[in-house]
């Protein structure tokens, strides 16, 4: 059985396509993966004997195509998902999840702590907001 990718319609082993898996979002269901041919990164969803492919909506996912893959499995463990087809299995970690009020700065000097508590306004984004 070969699985394919949609982008580019490169097609692989089950071996091949779950090593590129390599995002879990627990919170979501969701899997990254990315393609080794062309690069195109998707998510999917895991199902019993298949592969759910789709897109954001009203806060979930909506599968709209679905791959058959005949004897697949899943096993949601606290920090990974465990795939297994046949007696092969591959354990895809799942995704550090930032706080939703974490700031994100530019890189700075090597050894020079980031802080991370307070956002620094400066210039045109100061302004806006009456600084």
Not at 4 to 19: I, L, S, W
Not at 22 to 37: E, F, K, M, S
Request: aromatic share 8%.
């Amino acid at each position: 059985m070969l699985i394919p990718c949609f982008a580019c319609e490169a097609r692989f082993t089950p071996d091949e396509y779950f090593a590129a898996c390599h995002d879990y979002h627990r919170g979501r269901d969701l899997v990254a993966w990315t393609c080794p041919r062309c690069g195109n990164r998707d998510e999917l969803r895991v199902l019993p004997g298949e592969l759910g492919f789709g897109y954001p909506s009203r806060g979930g996912y909506m599968v709209e195509d679905r791959f058959r893959v005949p004897g697949l499995r899943r096993r949601r463990a606290e920090l990974r998902l465990d795939i297994s087809l046949d007696k092969r299995v591959w354990r895809v970690p799942s995704r550090t999840a930032q706080p939703a009020h974490s700031v994100r700065h530019a890189p700075t000097a090597p050894g020079r702590p980031v802080s991370t508590d307070r956002q620094v306004l400066t210039g045109t984004a100061a302004t806006r907001a009456g600084r």
